[in-house]
């Protein structure tokens, strides 16, 4: 799913709309983040826990309690705090954010779909993760589809937003120094006498 940084909740709740999904494990690539997506669920009246390294272990405990019982419908999680996390009957896995290494990625969606059951695997990709886009496909060797037909849809050949903030920063960098070419000229010209001076 294409869509832009600031309507990734919003499209995630529109997801879980569909009671298709019974269990989701949604991963966060930092703790604020995965606390942030957490509350946001749970004030759209989706049950959503977070857990993460600050979590103790009594909470994250409970926490995958909740989540394996079913009173959690949600959770939401980082890498390092998933990697003790085995549910059989995962129907979902969700990127909310893409991992910065492409093993990470199979490492994720491999989480869903265990022990003979089919599972489903969605990521969200804003402007400034198609990077990571491109390094996942090429590690598995395909590329993943695309689902266009939802409300926060974005283009995938839209341009990306590295390469604008690029261009603009080199400009700005230079502003306090000079103004255009000319004045850039008399300051070149000009240090010499105040390199003398000092």
Aim: with cysteine; net charge positive.
């Amino acid at each position: 799913y294409f869509v832009e940084k600031q309507n990734k909740k919003s499209l995630l709740v529109h997801l879980l709309q569909n009671q298709d999904i019974r269990t989701v494990l949604v991963f966060s690539r930092t703790k604020h983040g995965a606390d942030k997506i957490a509350r946001g669920l749970n004030a759209e009246g989706i049950r959503s826990e977070a857990i993460h390294g600050n979590k103790s272990q009594n909470a994250r405990q409970q926490a995958l309690s909740n989540f394996k019982s079913r009173r959690t419908r949600v959770l939401v999680a980082t890498d390092i705090a998933a990697r003790g996390i085995d549910i059989d009957e995962l129907t979902h896995v969700i990127n909310h954010d893409l991992p910065d290494t492409p093993e990470t990625y199979v490492h994720r969606i491999g989480r869903t779909g265990r022990a003979g059951a089919s599972g489903i695997a969605i990521s969200f990709c804003d402007a400034d993760e198609r990077e990571e886009l491109r390094d996942i496909q090429k590690l598995i060797n395909k590329s993943l589809p695309i689902v266009s037909d939802h409300p926060f849809a974005v283009t995938h050949t839209s341009p990306v937003v590295k390469r604008p903030l690029v261009q603009r920063s080199r400009p700005q960098s230079r502003r306090p120094h000079h103004h255009g070419s000319r004045p850039a000229q008399r300051q070149r010209n000009s240090r010499p006498s105040f390199s003398g001076r000092s």
